[in-house]
């Protein structure tokens, strides 16, 4: 495990709110210098701390108005493998991401449409056909707040 001091939380809260700062922004918000940034950043990304950077699209901006997290009950899951439903339902576009969880549910998926007519679509024609897909609830996003990480 790499030791983490109160430096590196300062800096890991600053990449979580904007990943794309450069070492000398955020280097400027630390009051270090950029290769001393540039340094820590490396050597949490070479100890796993910065698994990754991604790129935050807007769903709405997209034409993406509704978010649906779908909580998906497998029917017969001895006949049908978590690898088959899992490859099948990450080949839709419009599910986001696909949690396997422990609890009420085996699935998690998080889906967007561009409104409601749409979401029963995918609903309906794509998530309904998976193979082994048995109860489904949905809880359509109101509202979201971002939390950046643990620290």
Known sequence: MTEIDDIDRALLRALSLDAGQSASQLGRKLDLSQPATWRRVRRLEEAGVIAGRRLVLD?????????????????????????DFERAVTAIREVQTVEHVLGLYDYRLRVVARDLADFERVL????????????????????????????
């Open 59 to 83: 769903a709405t901006a997209l034409g993406f108005g509704v978010t649906v997290f779908l909580g998906i009950k497998l029917a017969t899951k001895g006949r049908v493998s978590l690898e």
């Open 124 to 151: 309906r024609r794509r998530i309904m056909t998976l193979p082994g897909v048995g109860n489904v609830e949905a809880n359509v996003l109101l509202s979201e707040e971002r939390r950046p990480g643990p620290l």
